[in-house]
T-cell receptor
């Protein structure tokens, strides 16, 4: 079945630690996205990528980094510079991200908690 | 700049009653509008979308929404609520040209009472 997988489902971060969230898709989509979801704030865009080896900052990129070395994969690193990382992180993809009318397909999410 | 406002962060309805979730948008260009649903601890799933053409859009699970340009609204409705409809619902708008970007509302949590 085609879809998006995210791992792990739960992730615990210690003070000063960098952690990486995995996102993989087998939908053959060019565009991929990372969102952060906090209660009462909806979804906020962290980074997006419209093509391999290219990505753009979203609204809340500070303290996060990404890479897009393969079409199927778009990992997100939460660095120690992100002082309030506790949130639900959602990865999404769409066909090419250029038209604005595309459906986004979401993964099941990763919940990040700080120890 | 585009924006989306969802009125009511929590809505409760009785099973079998009408569901109405409100969404108003602000956009300087004709918008594309979406409704997504999120069940607990899961990702979002598309319910329906409006791009062009017919302003009444039908989606999955018996939901529909009507694009009203004069009211800048895209409210989501369902004639008869079912217990399985309990979830969080997000309205979103995108641009029709230039750099793509989804703007999501803050969400409405629907509770269905037996």
């Amino acid at each position: 079945d085609g879809g998006i997988t995210q791992s792990p489902k739960y992730l615990f971060r210690k003070e000063g630690q960098n952690v990486t969230l995995s996102c993989e898709q087998n939908l053959n989509h060019d565009a991929m996205y990372w969102y952060r979801q906090d209660p009462g704030q909806g979804l906020r865009l962290i980074y997006y990528s419209q093509i391999v080896n290219d990505f753009q900052k979203g609204d809340i990129a500070e303290g996060y980094s990404v890479s897009r070395e393969k079409k199927e994969s778009f990992p997100l690193t939460v660095t120690s510079a992100q002082k309030n990382p506790t949130a639900f992180y959602l990865c999404a993809s769409s066909i090419d991200g250029s038209g604005g009318l595309e459906t986004q397909y979401f993964g099941p999410g990763t919940r990040l908690l700080v120890l | 700049a585009q924006s989306v406002t969802q009125l009511g962060s929590h809505v409760s309805v009785s099973e079998g009653a009408l569901v109405l979730l409100r969404c108003n948008y602000s956009s300087s260009v004709p918008p594309y509008l979406f409704w997504y649903v999120q069940y607990p601890n899961q990702g979002l799933q598309l319910l329906l979308k409006y791009t062009t053409g017919a302003t009444l859009v039908k989606g999955i699970n018996g939901f529909e929404a009507e694009f009203k340009k004069s009211e800048t609204s895209f409210h989501l409705t369902k004639p008869s609520a079912h217990m399985s409809d309990a979830a969080e619902y997000f309205c979103a708008v995108t641009r029709t040209s230039g750099t793509y970007k989804y703007i999501f509302g803050t969400g409405t949590r629907l509770k269905v009472l037996a």
